[in-house]
């Protein structure tokens, strides 16, 4: 089964930037679409973005424009570059397959956006 494990989240100032990594390990993820989730408080998790196995994306209409999803097929990884970031972004990023069957959900990296 596929383990995925977020990185590179943190405290950071409104306007600063992050990048976001998820590693896959015991599958390899080059077959398929996968997508960036996050979480606030007291809310539901939501798709941000996502990235087919051919490279295309699609991004949320609250991070259009300052977020960037990508992925590294060769290392097993998917990246997340997020600029301008504002307080409301503030939530624990997750990554996962883009697919109605998930892979089991990781831990997960905080994100918090805070002066």
């Known amino acids: 089964q596929v383990q995925l494990v977020e990185s590179g989240g943190g405290l950071v100032q409104p306007g600063g930037s992050l990048r976001l990594s998820c590693a896959a390990s015991?599958?390899?993820?080059?077959?398929?679409?996968m997508g960036w989730y996050r979480q606030a408080p007291g809310k539901q998790r939501e798709l941000v973005a996502h990235i087919s196995s051919g490279g295309s994306t699609n991004y949320a209409d609250s991070v259009k424009g300052r977020f960037t999803i990508s992925r590294d097929n060769a290392k097993n990884t998917v990246y997340l570059q997020m600029n301008s970031l504002k307080p409301e972004d503030t939530a624990v990023y997750y990554c996962?397959?883009?697919?109605?069957?998930?892979?089991?959900w990781g831990q997960g990296t905080q994100v918090t956006v805070s002066s």
């Open positions: 996962n397959t883009y697919s109605l069957n998930h892979a089991s």
């Open positions: 015991g599958s390899i993820i080059r077959s398929y679409a």
